[in-house]
């Protein structure tokens, strides 16, 4: 089992910035990508990012790229999404997830856990 607990959530205005962090425990060794999903109200959870735990390598959402950056620190075991120039439709709970498998990243089906999701309101 992986344990996985999300902080840096908040109000901010439009144009500013957020660093949301995820630190995993439990049987972190099984992890091979960690990924940020976000779902809006009356939305369904959508990909954000996701990082290759062991490589580094990532990728983005179209609607993120340029914006927002993920990356990861292995001895803290910790992931993060580092969000600048936000949008109001940006808001939405984000939740972090990790996945045991190197395939489909961006589907919502390849993590086999979630964190419990912290809210970000970006106002206009």
């Known amino acids: 089992q992986v344990q996985l607990v999300e902080s840096g959530g908040g109000l901010v205005q439009a144009g500013g910035s957020l660093r949301l962090s995820c630190a995993a425990s439990g049987r972190t060794s099984s992890i091979r990508v960690m990924g940020w999903f976000r779902q809006a109200p009356g939305k369904e959870r959508e990909f954000v990012a996701t990082?290759?735990?062991?490589?580094?390598?990532?990728y983005a959402a179209d609607s993120v790229k340029g914006r927002f950056n993920i990356s990861r620190d292995n001895a803290k075991n910790t992931v993060y999404l580092e969000m600048n120039s936000l949008k109001p439709e940006d808001t939405a709970v984000y939740f972090c997830?990790?996945?045991?498998?190197?395939?489909?990243?961006?589907?919502?089906?390849?993590?086999?856990?979630w964190g419990q999701g912290t809210q970000v309101t970006v106002s206009s």
């Open positions: 990082i290759n735990w062991s490589a580094g390598n990532t």
């Open positions: 997830a990790a996945a045991q498998q190197y395939t489909y990243w961006t589907r919502r089906t390849t993590y086999a856990y």
